[in-house]
């Protein structure tokens, strides 16, 4: 089992800066891949960004693509998603989840945080 627990949301004008970290705790694996994903309100959940446990490898969604920035810290057991320049459409409930084969679809990630709020005013 994999616990996971996001923390650092909340509300920031546009244009400002937020970052969020995802704490791991119970099993882990240098082969987890780690990811964070968000829904806005009325819209499905969607890939934002992912890291790699072991070598730290990283990939995001077009829309957040240099705004954004994902790392990790392996003795903290602990995943951070740097989120620059923040737009309203950033607005969300993200969630960060890990699983172990390298993907930007939901359905290959296995455990999953509770969510942290996001919300960025114009």
């Known amino acids: 089992q994999v616990q996971l627990v996001e923390s650092g949301g909340g509300l920031v004008q546009a244009g400002g800066s937020l970052r969020l970290s995802c704490a791991a705790s119970?099993?882990?694996?240098?082969?987890?891949?780690m990811g964070w994903f968000r829904q806005a309100p009325g819209k499905e959940r969607e890939f934002v960004a992912r890291i790699t446990w072991s070598g730290g490898s990283t990939y995001y969604a077009d829309s957040v693509r240099g705004r954004f920035t994902v790392s990790r810290d392996n003795a903290k057991r602990t995943m951070y998603l740097q989120m620059n320049s923040l737009k309203p459409e950033d607005t969300a409930v993200y969630y960060c989840?890990?699983?172990?084969?390298?993907?930007?679809?939901?359905?290959?990630?296995?455990?999953w945080g509770q969510g942290t709020q996001v919300t960025v005013s114009s």
């Open positions: 989840a890990v699983g172990t084969t390298i993907a930007t679809t939901e359905r290959f990630y296995r455990y």
């Open positions: 119970g099993r882990t694996f240098s082969n987890f891949v």
